[in-house]
């Protein structure tokens, strides 16, 4: 024999039970405060970004959104979740969850589409 140091498995299995519960807890934990906030988004009141989008109808937009994307587009119509847009002769729906800003085109002085837009 080694001296009597010899550690029996018995003693890992309620230190690696103990772990496992504490990280399932936690997990679920987590997905439900996820849940909650999912929940509490899609019943909350959007009608401030719906009324406010529709300010923008017809006119030449810069739309900016979270993943870091710029859409230069006209804007046709504004419901409750999505933005029917006009770019290049096609038409798209942007999700308005996903808008972070909405502008209208800069001009210059005479009036005519500044070429290089820096923000």
Do not use: H, W
């Not at 299995?13 to 990280?23: E, G, V």
């Not at 399932?24 to 999912?38: A, D, W």
């Not at 798209?92 to 502008?103: K, Q, T």
């Amino acid at each position: 024999m080694l001296g009597g140091n010899t550690l029996n498995p018995a003693y890992y299995l309620p230190i690696f039970a103990l772990f496992l519960i504490l990280f399932i807890t936690t997990r679920t934990q987590k997905q439900m405060l996820l849940q909650r906030l999912i929940e509490k988004r899609k019943t909350e009141d959007k009608t401030e970004m719906v009324e406010l989008a529709k300010k923008f109808i017809d006119k030449e937009c810069l739309i900016y959104t979270f993943n870091g994307g710029q859409v230069d587009c006209t804007v046709k119509e504004v419901s409750n979740g999505a933005l029917l847009v006009e770019t290049n002769g096609t038409i798209e729906a942007i999700n308005l969850d996903f808008v972070m800003r909405i502008r209208e085109y800069p001009r210059n002085k005479k009036g005519k589409k500044k070429s290089v837009v820096l923000d």
